[in-house]
């Protein structure tokens, strides 16, 4: 069975990278046809996507954020990371990791989420 954890710490000062870790056991992160994404949901909004990482390591991200947000990854871990630069309170959220079955489309395991706090 597939389980995604994440990890990472719980509160962040204004101004600096948010890092989040998220440890994949049961499957490859390198296995074809899936990608593994990072999406969050800040208080009161809906689920939103953040960005992902393929099994060649090529990120994609949402326009939105694109220009903050970064994806790594280490296989010899089976972990994949976020990176988010110059967070504000507006990034408080809970931040899920997930993965994107390419054969048939949609998210089909999730990790339990970590909720990220953003405040000085």
């Known amino acids: 069975q597939v389980q995604l954890q994440e990890a990472g710490p719980g509160l962040v000062k204004p101004s600096q990278t948010l890092s989040l870790t998220c440890t994949v056991s049961?499957?490859?992160?390198?296995?074809?046809?899936?990608?593994w994404n990072w999406i969050r949901q800040p208080p009161g909004k809906g689920l939103q996507w953040m960005g992902a990482i393929n099994q060649h390591g090529s990120n994609y991200f949402s326009p939105s954020l694109k220009r903050r947000a970064s994806i790594s990854r280490d296989t010899s871990k089976n972990q994949f990371s976020l990176q988010l630069s110059s967070v504000t309170p507006e990034d408080t959220a809970v931040y899920y990791c997930a993965r994107d079955d390419l054969h048939v489309g949609g998210f089909d395991y999730w990790g339990q989420g970590t909720q990220v706090t953003v405040s000085s």
């Open positions: 049961g499957d490859s992160i390198t296995a074809n046809y899936y990608a």
